[in-house]
């Protein structure tokens, strides 16, 4: 068998929802839901929030990993979501999950690449 | 101040030292060592391996992330390296955290994008 390219979204995506940018625990709750969801197996999870506001967030998953770094000063989340395909065909579970996100953060997307890997 | 865009690396890369793709213990003690080096910040981490073989480690920072996933049998790592500027520069950093990543892992770059972010 060849080696199946999975599905790397790379977003920054702005969003005036300061509270969400701030604190990493609302974000934390719908991750938790919709990974299990889309069937994704969570491997581990860091969640950091920082003074006065904004976190890191990196959720590990046999499908690869989820990030968000956070900058509510600048209205800014950058986000990556990291699926691969190698035992299950992720692409549109990442899809949704990006569009999951930025629907979270009432988002406008300031730039999206997708990348297969 | 104006956000400072940030640097990340996305590689594929090619190592036939398969032991090294089959267990994360050793690029663990690499990247333990070289994370304090380089003055990064460390807030936390995923290592997981998998059975065969192959790992997926997420490092979680106050400067963004660093993730490695592997699959030995296509002699591969995709690797991200992911520093934000927001309190030092650090685009350097990463571009030498990457060539000590292929030097550790011996490895071919199948392809290696830089993203200002």
């Known amino acids: 068998m060849n080696y199946q390219p999975g599905l790397h979204i790379i977003a920054e995506i702005s969003s005036s929802q300061k509270h969400?940018?701030?604190r990493s625990a609302?974000?934390?709750a719908l991750l938790d839901t919709q990974v299990i969801k889309h069937g994704l197996?969570?491997?581990?999870?860091?969640?950091?929030?920082?003074?006065?506001?904004g976190f890191t967030a990196v959720i590990?998953?046999?499908e690869s990993h989820i990030s968000l770094h956070t900058w509510p000063e600048y209205?800014?989340?950058n986000l990556d979501i990291y699926l691969s395909n190698y035992q299950r065909y992720n692409d549109d579970t990442g899809r949704q999950l990006f569009d999951e996100l930025v629907?979270?953060?009432g988002a406008g997307i300031i730039s999206c690449q997708q990348i297969k890997r």
């Open 20 to 22: 969400l940018l701030e």
């Open 26 to 28: 609302a974000v934390k």
């Open 41 to 53: 197996s969570k491997l581990g999870e860091v969640y950091h929030d920082f003074e006065p506001g």
């Open 60 to 62: 590990c998953l046999s």
């Open 75 to 77: 209205e800014r989340v």
């Open 103 to 105: 629907a979270f953060f």
